[in-house]
């Protein structure tokens, strides 16, 4: 269709604008201790929290079924709801307009808003997948890197409505629970399925003009970020900055709408003039000719695009597979340790004496941004001159989050910091890896299912490393009662998890290179 190619980047900016707000749980540790003391609840009743967030992760699988078998604008706005549910329930109990609710509740409140998040994930990666296909990772990584900024984005919005209020728990919670709905409600309108058995070669400078805006946006969001550059400019300031940041990327749709009206001015032009000389030589000639114009107008800008799945199949037949239980613990111990880190920043800073909490999260949200770019770039410039499996690069992305759980030993700031970033790099770097890494190995025709059956691990990672950092912290708050009033203080609070996780860890990175080596045929015949 004449303007397929400017709707394909319209539904491109729609999920990237989807995707940015829809970390929702990624700025649970920029309130969570608030929280904390508004539910009076212990460490290990917070951390069972963080856990009921990615357990709607268990349930993912209702989002990939509904994705197959209705409109994809309806599972996006059952995506929403779910989050409106979840998210503004809690708020109403937070600020007393609700009574009665118990920690179960709450619970399962949260449970559903984690879902949501399911829901909203499902509909990008299938339209992204779809209308992108001959360059899916591409496509992935720079819409779900903007994901990597949720929790800048709303740190960002909450510091410039709310400068003088403390209670920052309810104003999360409300945004949490509005901003995805008014995004769906916008997004629902420019998404949509293209006819993409073909590929425009025009589509590479839209994709150069696109890197150059998203890495313009993580520079502007790491810079912000930093604790003394962020005092220097004020919270409004910040926020009207992300706001022209994310749309800025809708000149790529404008431009590309431009060219084809250009295009197809330039060309009916060229037609017109072209019949008036020859119709009194030859009518048939000049429709063979038209016809052959036509037939070489589409042969010198579209090229066929080729299916590069290993195999197509369906979710029992994929976790029957070697690979795919080899893949499952690479993500477990690697992407899911860092998320569990991550969730966990706002207790690990305050145990360590780092006020900054609200800035790490920021650093942590910018720098996973740079981590779910990252497969993209690589992916696009080093095509075709040197291929690496996409198991091949969780092993390299894998190796620097154990290095970082050990830095963590060092008790100074400064560790902190750049522990936080790389985790936050390498973690976004798996995470928008495994998309193509799913559809690669298992096709597309299932990708809906199968890659929620691959992201279960998460919420089962979140409670068993959650729970385990949370006795131990636990333990060690009892141990400082009468100091801390059960406060956990010191290194003492997380040094043994740190160990932990950083052995853990190594051990992925061990099964990723034997992942390596058992694709690496496939991989290499995709050069």
């Known amino acids: 269709m004449a303007s397929s190619s400017a709707f394909q980047w319209l539904s491109l900016v729609g999920i990237i604008w989807l995707q940015a707000i829809n970390g929702t749980n990624t700025n649970f540790p920029a309130y969570s201790s608030q929280l904390k003391q508004l539910l009076s609840i212990s460490q290990v009743q917070l951390n069972n929290l963080a856990f009921a967030s990615d357990a709607g992760k268990l349930f993912g699988f209702f989002s990939g079924m509904a994705a197959i078998y209705l409109p994809l604008w309806l599972v996006l706005m059952i995506g929403t709801t779910l989050g409106l549910v979840g998210y503004g329930v809690q708020y109403l109990f937070i600020t007393n307009q609700v009574s009665s609710l118990s920690y179960w509740h709450v619970f399962l409140l949260t449970v559903i808003a984690g879902n949501s998040i399911c829901w909203i994930n499902t509909v990008c990666y299938v339209v992204t ?22 929790a800048k984005i709303y740190n960002t919005i909450v510091d410039a409505i709310s400068m003088h209020n403390k209670n920052k728990a309810t104003i999360f919670l409300l945004l949490n629970s509005t901003i995805p709905l008014i995004v769906g409600l916008v997004a629902s309108f420019i998404l949509g399925e293209i006819d993409a058995t073909t590929r425009n070669r025009k589509m590479g400078v839209g ?16 810079i912000t970020s930093l604790e003394f550059v962020s005092s220097k400019i004020s919270q409004k300031g910040n926020l009207f900055g992300i706001i022209v940041s994310l749309l800025i990327p809708l000149l790529v749709p404008f431009s590309m709408k431009i060219n ?9 032009r060229e037609n017109s003039l072209r019949v008036c000389v020859e119709e009194s030589n030859n009518n048939n000639n000049e429709v063979k000719e038209s016809e052959d114009m036509t037939e070489d107008v589409h042969d010198d800008n579209e090229e066929v695009i080729i299916s590069r799945s290993r195999e197509e199949i369906g979710v029992m037949l994929m976790i029957r597979r070697i690979d795919f239980w080899l893949y499952f613990f690479v993500y477990f111990f690697g992407a ?7 969730n966990n920043l706002g207790q690990i800073a305050e145990s360590r004496g780092c006020s900054a909490t609200s800035s790490l999260v920021s650093l942590s949200s910018s720098f996973g941004f740079f981590g779910r770019l990252m497969p993209s770039l690589m992916d696009y410039f080093y095509r075709g001159k040197y291929v690496i499996s996409r198991p091949g690069s969780m092993v390299a992305m894998m190796a620097p989050i154990a290095g970082a759980f050990f830095l963590l030993l060092n008790k100074t700031h400064l560790a902190l910091y750049i522990s936080t970033a790389i985790i936050g790099v390498c973690t976004g770097a798996i995470t928008s890896t495994s998309v193509s890494t799913t559809s690669e190995l298992f096709g597309t025709n299932n990708f809906s299912v199968n890659h929620n059956v691959v992201v279960a691990n998460i919420p089962m990672g979140s409670f068993l490393f959650g729970y385990s ?27 043994d998890t740190f160990i932990v996780w950083g052995c853990l860890c190594w051990f992925g990175t061990l099964l990723a290179l034997i992942l390596h080596v058992r694709t690496r045929k496939f991989y290499s015949s995709q050069k």
């Open 129 to 150: 997948i779809r209308n992108f296909s001959s360059d899916q990772q591409v496509a992935v990584g720079i819409t779900t890197s903007y994901q990597g900024l949720s």
């Open 207 to 222: 994709f150069v003009v696109m890197f150059f805006i998203t890495i313009t946006t993580g520079v502007y969001s790491v």
């Open 260 to 268: 084809e009206l250009v295009g197809s001015w330039q060309t009916n």
């Open 336 to 342: 899911t340790l860092g998320l569990v880190f991550l």
């Open 469 to 495: 950092a949370a006795l131990v912290y636990h333990n060690e708050g009892n141990r400082q009662q009468r100091y801390y009033s059960g406060k956990c203080i010191g290194m003492e609070c997380y040094r």
